[in-house]
């Protein structure tokens, strides 16, 4: 083969690896390959033949000439050759051959033209055709394997007069494959230029040439869209060239009855709502429940297009007159928006418009919010930060204290309406929802209590909620409707009964979806199936030959191609700009397109594609649903999506100078999806900030990285670009590392790679600090990847401090010693540790840090606590410590730090065995932890409220504690220094399995040997746990801590690992080496005041038996 070289029989007039036509002696195409598919003899034998498509089918190709150039179409591709034609061609006079050559081609044409499929080349006896393009049908696979079986009937009875006439028989071989292309422009002779994408030609051609004479072989991409409607037999699996696994083929074998349909969609309005009455009488109840002031929760949970919004419009309708709305939706294009859906429910509460200038907005808020906040000192300052308008509450507040209170400032908005009149909180499509909105969501279910409110949240079944309700939880599933349902709604659409068999086929189809019945209805008429004369309804083909599309999304995309040329040119750009638009800024794309906007956007009105976002609203469209505005989407070629993007990027910049952290995720979310990388990199990094300033650390997270693959992408492929961008792309590589080491990097970004590329970077360009910043994160991140690197990676945490100080960067190299601080004691290098805690303590009261009480200073107090807490055995001192700094937490307003220190008091009095104190710590920590959404707090706090309510005999429900400290297990790097508490908890509540992962995960991380000392004290404990086979292991595990604890000097550690020791010996039935261990570990846990440890040791002394389980405490 001329085009990829792989060896061809001379009998194949395709290349069986890539489609190329071979034509006879024909010339390796020029480089880059653009084969020319036929030679001229064949190309006029195509041009004689094309003459005989009939002209209904000519007309429509004619229809569409200039309207599908430049898109993306999915298209199903048809091989077909006869074989052992070369041997046949031996036998007879070359112009007999020419003219059976002609017969059999006018054959194959002909049944491919029937099914209105278009032959695109021919080569001797071989041809391609494409079904789909540029018709389009939403079942052009149907079609394509129905020509494919005509074409072999046919084939069968001419080889019946064949045979009788000149002895032979003429045998073809078929292949079929579904795909994309890029579809060209269809010439006047009606041949269609196209582009493929990927394998859509060579897999079909491969399969020609691998089916056995007589056979068609379809791929598994076609016969999924084709399923049911034919027998098949799966055959091969085959070596393809170009794919990596095996590819499986399907024989086709014969028609047979349509046996399902798959069907999944989004409800549109103004048919009528059947099928829903018990579900509408459920929310009624529920609303009722409300006003006698019950609150409720209600979840409608549905597939696309089962009738959530619906639902929830007809609830609406309902009560429209005596409630109070705050209504919000997620999307896809707003999923990484902080506390979108809450900013688009309370622009429509306070009735704010895009019009509105930020003074105005700021008028509005405070007219409605002054009823219930007279000075505008509550609420006001923190709904008015959500939504960027006014001003802003004081910087000086924590980021976690400004989340928490903008959580207080609308859930008291809310409860003040409620007192007036009840109130219906909606938020739609959770399934899309953002992360601080999730948290949100939780809190007030989990937390609403007393108010007149009924929450109603809608979303898929594979999003699965996580909140705890403290009220009434309704969950409302919505199920297939009945065959009489689905019915009515294909007569509303219809505007009246449609032939029974025809309704029957529809209702077989639809498989009870309200929107899929409702799409499959509108395509037969817009197709011409169906006509309506004088109110009847008649069918203008047989019945058997009306094939019911087999998806949505086919049913989407076939409409869309009936659209008409502006039509569809409007719903695609409309696409780009996302599920909700504005007419204006539509026409402005549209531009010099000479398409009539209004016009357009009436007649798509019209047809239900798209739709006013309300009756009174001029501006504002919506899809109907957001699959039809994906199918549109992704019928843009990729270019012309990229450049569509930047257009609007720049649009709405222009628009507004107006920062908000919704219209700069906007910008990022546009341009990131351009090829104006610079202005894509700028504005994630302020989407970014935006995000981490609210606080949003993993929305933050996430930005940060798309700002990093942006960016590296340019440098990566040799870009030009100037040391401006060089340094973005810095900036973004530098907060991404830094967002790691303090959170959890995305699973997606290996962030070491990052950090040593920042640091390439920071070179070239002469950027001390940012070098010194790479050396750090590298360094902390290499610490907490595995236990083997820790010492890679303190070195280079030493090079980045000593860079520092070197540099003559003071500020820099007093925050890089937090991180050597940290690192040494990670390490077990306790003094050292203190000296350079001390030495930063000096320098943060130097700077005025303590004064002002800043994050950094209270951060420099946690680290000197856990100083005393892991590094040291004074607890009574940890304890008075803690308590100073909790303190003035509470003085600042510290949420974060006072949370933190609550966290070490319950850890240090649950280890001194006061149960009820921890208890009352733990509580007060897990309480603030949840609300700011502080993982790290959680999970330790969460362990000793559990561990302490059971220690002091309370009824507790363990999964209240469960999920949030499993959930914590993600931040691995840190988990060691908790994980023997921790799994000390987990298994007095027989979570085994659980305190295993914990004990495994922590020891695989823990780099360090104070780490590696707390994490092998754990897992020494679950293997005790596990029995006998396990203890060896068990006892090589205390007795490594053992000699951790000696080397470190830590009396208390060594007190445990003497702990678990005699443990074993009490299990081994040996009471020499139990005295030996119990006793010595009772004394030192004693004289520490560590009397949980304490007393455990003195009940195992006092065992004569070995007792059940592991702690026992409960016999």
């Given at each position: 083969?001329?085009?990829?070289?792989?060896p061809?029989?001379s009998?194949f007039?395709?290349?069986p690896?890539?489609g190329f036509?071979?034509?006879?002696?024909?010339?390796?195409?020029?480089?880059?390959p653009?084969p020319?598919?036929s030679?001229e003899?064949?190309?006029?034998?195509?041009?004689?033949?094309?003459?005989?498509?009939p002209?209904?089918l000519?007309q429509?190709?004619?229809?569409i000439?200039g309207?599908?150039?430049?898109?993306r179409?999915?298209?199903?591709?048809l091989?077909?050759?006869?074989?052992?034609?070369?041997a046949?061609?031996?036998?007879?006079d070359?112009?007999?051959y020419?003219?059976?050559?002609d017969?059999?081609l006018?054959?194959a044409f002909h049944?491919i033209?029937?099914?209105?499929?278009i032959?695109?080349?021919?080569?001797?006896?071989g041809m391609?055709a494409?079904?789909g393009?540029?018709?389009?049908?939403e079942d052009?696979?149907?079609?394509?394997?129905?020509?494919?079986?005509e074409i072999?009937?046919?084939l069968?009875?001419?080889?019946?007069?064949?045979r009788?006439?000149?002895?032979v028989e003429?045998?073809a071989?078929?292949?079929?494959?579904?795909?994309?292309?890029?579809v060209?422009?269809?010439?006047?002779?009606l041949?269609?230029d196209y582009?493929?994408i990927?394998?859509t030609?060579?897999l079909?051609?491969?399969l020609?040439?691998?089916?056995?004479?007589g056979a068609i072989?379809?791929?598994?991409?076609?016969i999924r869209l084709?399923?049911?409607f034919?027998?098949?037999?799966?055959?091969?699996p085959f070596e393809?060239?170009?794919?990596?696994?095996p590819?499986t083929?399907?024989?086709?074998?014969?028609?047979?009855e349509?046996t399902t349909?798959?069907?999944v969609a989004?409800?549109?309005g103004l048919?009528?709502?059947?099928g829903?009455?018990?579900e509408v009488?459920?929310?009624?109840?529920?609303?009722?429940r409300?006003?006698?002031?019950s609150?409720q929760v209600?979840t409608?949970?549905?597939?696309?297009?089962s009738?959530?919004?619906?639902?929830?419009?007809?609830?609406k309708?309902s009560?429209?007159s005596?409630?109070?709305?705050?209504?919000g939706r997620?999307s896809a294009?707003?999923?990484?928006v902080?506390?979108a859906?809450?900013a688009v429910?309370?622009?429509q509460y306070?009735a704010?418009?895009?019009?509105?200038p930020?003074?105005?907005a700021?008028?509005k808020?405070?007219d409605?919010v002054r009823?219930?906040?007279?000075?505008?000192?509550?609420m006001?300052p923190?709904l008015s930060?959500?939504?960027?308008?006014?001003?802003?509450?004081g910087?000086d507040?924590?980021?976690?204290?400004?989340?928490?209170?903008?959580?207080?400032a609308l859930?008291?908005?809310?409860?003040?309406?409620?007192?007036?009149t009840p109130v219906?909180?909606?938020?739609e499509d959770l399934?899309?929802?953002?992360?601080?909105?999730?948290?949100?969501i939780e809190?007030?279910?989990?937390?609403?209590?007393?108010a007149?409110?009924?929450?109603?949240?809608?979303?898929?079944p594979?999003?699965h909620?996580?909140?705890?309700?403290?009220?009434a939880?309704t969950?409302?599933?919505?199920?297939p409707l009945?065959?009489?349902?689905t019915?009515?709604?294909?007569r509303?659409?219809a505007?009246?009964?449609?032939p029974?068999d025809?309704?029957?086929r529809?209702l077989?189809?639809?498989e009870?979806?309200?929107f899929?019945?409702?799409?499959?209805?509108r395509?037969l008429?817009?197709?011409?199936?169906?006509?309506?004369?004088?109110?009847?309804?008649?069918?203008t083909?047989p019945?058997?030959?009306v094939l019911?599309?087999?998806?949505?999304?086919?049913?989407i995309?076939a409409?869309?191609?009936r659209?008409?040329?502006?039509?569809?040119?409007?719903?695609q750009?409309?696409?780009?700009?996302?599920r909700?638009?504005?007419?204006?800024?539509l026409?402005?794309?549209?531009?010099?397109?000479?398409?009539?906007?209004?016009?357009?956007l009436?007649s798509?009105e019209a047809r239900?594609?798209?739709?006013?976002?309300?009756?009174?609203?001029?501006?504002?469209?919506?899809?109907?649903?957001?699959?039809t505005?994906?199918?549109?989407?992704?019928?843009?070629?990729h270019k012309?999506?990229r450049?569509?993007?930047e257009?609007?990027g720049?649009?709405?910049?222009?628009?507004?100078?107006?920062?908000?952290?919704e219209?700069v995720?906007?910008?990022?979310?546009?341009?990131?999806?351009?090829d104006?990388?610079?202005?894509a990199?700028?504005?994630?990094?302020?989407?970014?900030?935006y995000?981490?300033?609210?606080?949003?650390?993993r929305?933050?997270?996430?930005f940060?990285?798309q700002?990093?693959?942006v960016g590296?992408?340019?440098?990566a492929?040799?870009a030009?670009?100037?040391?401006?961008f060089?340094?973005?792309?810095l900036?973004?590589?530098?907060?991404?590392?830094r967002?790691a080491?303090i959170?959890?990097?995305?699973?997606?970004v290996?962030v070491?790679?990052v950090a040593?590329?920042?640091?390439?970077?920071?070179e070239?360009l002469?950027?001390?600090?940012?070098?010194a910043g790479?050396r750090?994160?590298?360094?902390m991140?290499?610490?907490s990847?595995?236990?083997e690197?820790?010492a890679e990676?303190?070195?280079?945490?030493?090079s980045?401090?000593?860079?520092?100080e070197k540099?003559?960067?003071?500020?820099?190299?007093?925050?890089?010693?937090?991180?050597?601080?940290?690192?040494y004691?990670f390490?077990?290098?306790?003094?050292r540790?203190?000296?350079?805690t001390?030495?930063?303590?000096r320098?943060?009261?130097?700077a005025?840090h303590r004064?002002?009480l800043t994050?950094l200073?209270f951060?420099t107090?946690?680290?000197?606590?856990?100083m005393?807490?892991?590094?040291?055995?004074?607890?009574?001192?940890?304890i008075?410590?803690?308590l100073?700094?909790?303190?003035l937490?509470?003085r600042?307003?510290n949420?974060t730090?006072?949370?933190?220190m609550?966290a070490v008091?319950?850890?240090?009095h649950?280890?001194?065995?006061?149960?009820?104190e921890?208890?009352?710590?733990a509580?007060?920590?897990?309480e603030?932890?949840?609300?700011i959404?502080?993982?790290?707090?959680i999970?330790i706090?969460?362990?000793?409220?559990?561990?302490?309510?059971r220690?002091?005999?309370e009824s507790?429900?363990a999964?209240?504690?469960l999920k949030?400290?499993?959930?914590?297990?993600?931040?691995?790097?840190?988990?060691?220094?908790y994980?023997?508490v921790?799994?000390?908890?987990?298994?007095?509540v027989?979570e085994?399995?659980?305190?295993?992962?914990?004990?495994?995960?922590?020891?695989?991380?823990?780099?360090?040997?104070?780490r590696?000392?707390?994490?092998?004290?754990?897992l020494g404990e679950?293997?005790t746990?596990?029995?006998?086979?396990?203890h060896?292991?068990?006892?090589?595990c205390?007795?490594e801590?053992a000699?951790l604890?000696?080397?470190?000097?830590?009396r208390s550690?060594?007190a445990?690992?003497?702990l678990g020791?005699?443990?074993l010996?009490v299990?081994?039935?040996?009471?020499?080496?139990?005295?030996?261990h119990l006793?010595e570990?009772?004394?030192?846990f004693a004289?520490?005041?560590?009397r949980?440890?304490?007393?455990?040791?003195?009940?195992?002394?006092?065992?004569?038996?070995?007792?059940?389980?592991?702690?026992a405490?409960?016999?």
């Amino acid at each position: 083969c001329p085009s990829c070289g792989s060896p061809v029989r001379s009998e194949f007039h395709f290349c069986p690896e890539c489609g190329f036509a071979l034509a006879p002696a024909a010339a390796p195409p020029p480089e880059p390959p653009q084969p020319t598919f036929s030679a001229e003899a064949w190309e006029n034998r195509l041009d004689r033949l094309s003459r005989h498509i009939p002209n209904d089918l000519a007309q429509k190709i004619r229809g569409i000439q200039g309207t599908i150039a430049g898109e993306r179409k999915l298209v199903t591709v048809l091989f077909c050759d006869l074989v052992g034609s070369t041997a046949i061609a031996e036998r007879m006079d070359p112009e007999e051959y020419r003219d059976l050559l002609d017969q059999y081609l006018e054959l194959a044409f002909h049944q491919i033209y029937r099914f209105e499929g278009i032959v695109n080349q021919l080569a001797g006896d071989g041809m391609m055709a494409l079904f789909g393009a540029p018709v389009a049908h939403e079942d052009a696979p149907y079609r394509a394997v129905r020509a494919a079986g005509e074409i072999q009937h046919a084939l069968t009875e001419f080889n019946g007069r064949l045979r009788a006439r000149r002895g032979v028989e003429l045998d073809a071989r078929i292949g079929i494959h579904t795909g994309p292309v890029v579809v060209g422009t269809v010439g006047n002779d009606l041949k269609m230029d196209y582009t493929a994408i990927g394998d859509t030609t060579n897999l079909a051609a491969r399969l020609q040439s691998l089916a056995a004479p007589g056979a068609i072989l379809a791929s598994e991409a076609t016969i999924r869209l084709v399923r049911g409607f034919f027998q098949v037999r799966a055959v091969g699996p085959f070596e393809v060239r170009g794919k990596s696994e095996p590819v499986t083929a399907y024989e086709i074998l014969g028609r047979s009855e349509i046996t399902t349909a798959l069907g999944v969609a989004e409800a549109r309005g103004l048919t009528p709502l059947v099928g829903r009455q018990q579900e509408v009488l459920q929310l009624a109840d529920c609303f009722a429940r409300v006003r006698d002031g019950s609150p409720q929760v209600v979840t409608i949970v549905g597939d696309a297009g089962s009738g959530k919004s619906r639902l929830i419009f007809e609830c609406k309708q309902s009560l429209a007159s005596e409630v109070a709305f705050f209504e919000g939706r997620c999307s896809a294009l707003k999923q990484k928006v902080p506390y979108a859906p809450f900013a688009v429910m309370l622009r429509q509460y306070f009735a704010i418009t895009s019009a509105d200038p930020p003074a105005r907005a700021a008028e509005k808020i405070a007219d409605k919010v002054r009823p219930f906040d007279p000075r505008l000192d509550e609420m006001y300052p923190f709904l008015s930060r959500l939504l960027a308008v006014g001003s802003a509450p004081g910087t000086d507040l924590p980021a976690d204290e400004i989340k928490r209170e903008t959580f207080h400032a609308l859930a008291r908005l809310v409860g003040c309406v409620s007192e007036q009149t009840p109130v219906v909180l909606i938020i739609e499509d959770l399934h899309w929802i953002d992360d601080p909105s999730r948290e949100m969501i939780e809190l007030a279910v989990s937390q609403l209590s007393k108010a007149r409110v009924m929450m109603i949240f809608s979303h898929r079944p594979d999003f699965h909620a996580t909140w705890r309700s403290q009220v009434a939880l309704t969950q409302l599933s919505l199920r297939p409707l009945s065959d009489e349902h689905t019915r009515a709604i294909v007569r509303s659409v219809a505007a009246g009964p449609l032939p029974a068999d025809l309704e029957k086929r529809i209702l077989t189809k639809a498989e009870g979806s309200p929107f899929f019945a409702e799409e499959i209805t509108r395509a037969l008429f817009e197709e011409g199936y169906v006509t309506v004369d004088n109110g009847q309804a008649t069918l203008t083909r047989p019945i058997e030959e009306v094939l019911i599309p087999g998806t949505v999304r086919e049913v989407i995309a076939a409409r869309l191609d009936r659209l008409g040329a502006q039509g569809k040119r409007v719903v695609q750009i409309a696409s780009v700009l996302g599920r909700q638009f504005h007419s204006n800024q539509l026409a402005r794309l549209i531009g010099n397109d000479s398409i009539d906007v209004p016009a357009a956007l009436a007649s798509l009105e019209a047809r239900g594609i798209l739709h006013r976002k309300n009756l009174l609203s001029d501006d504002e469209y919506r899809f109907g649903e957001s699959l039809t505005q994906e199918v549109a989407y992704d019928g843009l070629l990729h270019k012309e999506r990229r450049q569509i993007h930047e257009r609007i990027g720049l649009l709405l910049e222009a628009e507004s100078e107006d920062g908000n952290s919704e219209r700069v995720a906007l910008l990022a979310h546009h341009f990131v999806r351009s090829d104006n990388r610079r202005k894509a990199l700028e504005k994630l990094l302020d989407a970014a900030r935006y995000a981490e300033h609210l606080p949003s650390y993993r929305t933050a997270t996430d930005f940060y990285r798309q700002a990093w693959e942006v960016g590296y992408a340019s440098l990566a492929e040799g870009a030009e670009v100037d040391d401006d961008f060089r340094r973005l792309v810095l900036g973004a590589a530098l907060d991404l590392c830094r967002m790691a080491v303090i959170y959890v990097a995305p699973d997606s970004v290996d962030v070491e790679s990052v950090a040593r590329i920042g640091s390439d970077l920071a070179e070239a360009l002469g950027d001390v600090q940012s070098l010194a910043g790479f050396r750090t994160y590298h360094g902390m991140i290499v610490t907490s990847d595995s236990r083997e690197r820790f010492a890679e990676g303190l070195a280079l945490v030493e090079s980045g401090h000593a860079l520092a100080e070197k540099s003559e960067l003071p500020e820099v190299a007093l925050s890089i010693s937090r991180a050597l601080a940290f690192s040494y004691l990670f390490d077990g290098q306790i003094e050292r540790a203190r000296r350079i805690t001390l030495r930063v303590t000096r320098g943060l009261d130097a700077a005025g840090h303590r004064e002002r009480l800043t994050d950094l200073y209270f951060g420099t107090l946690w680290m000197q606590n856990s100083m005393l807490l892991y590094g040291g055995d004074d607890f009574p001192a940890a304890i008075a410590d803690a308590l100073a700094a909790h303190e003035l937490a509470v003085r600042a307003g510290n949420r974060t730090s006072r949370s933190g220190m609550a966290a070490v008091l319950a850890h240090l009095h649950f280890m001194c065995g006061d149960y009820s104190e921890a208890r009352r710590w733990a509580d007060e920590s897990l309480e603030i932890a949840e609300v700011i959404g502080n993982v790290a707090t959680i999970r330790i706090a969460a362990s000793i409220a559990l561990g302490s309510r059971r220690e002091l005999g309370e009824s507790v429900t363990a999964e209240r504690y469960l999920k949030p400290l499993e959930d914590g297990f993600a931040m691995a790097s840190n988990l060691a220094l908790y994980v023997r508490v921790i799994v000390d908890v987990l298994l007095s509540v027989g979570e085994i399995t659980l305190a295993e992962r914990a004990a495994r995960l922590a020891y695989e991380r823990a780099g360090g040997r104070l780490r590696d000392m707390l994490a092998r004290q754990a897992l020494g404990e679950v293997l005790t746990y596990l029995g006998k086979e396990q203890h060896a292991e068990a006892a090589r595990c205390f007795a490594e801590v053992a000699e951790l604890a000696k080397a470190i000097g830590l009396r208390s550690m060594a007190a445990h690992a003497r702990l678990g020791l005699g443990r074993l010996a009490v299990l081994a039935g040996d009471r020499d080496a139990r005295e030996i261990h119990l006793v010595e570990a009772r004394s030192v846990f004693a004289e520490l005041g560590l009397r949980r440890y304490a007393e455990r040791a003195e009940r195992w002394l006092a065992d004569a038996e070995p007792p059940v389980g592991f702690l026992a405490e409960s016999a």
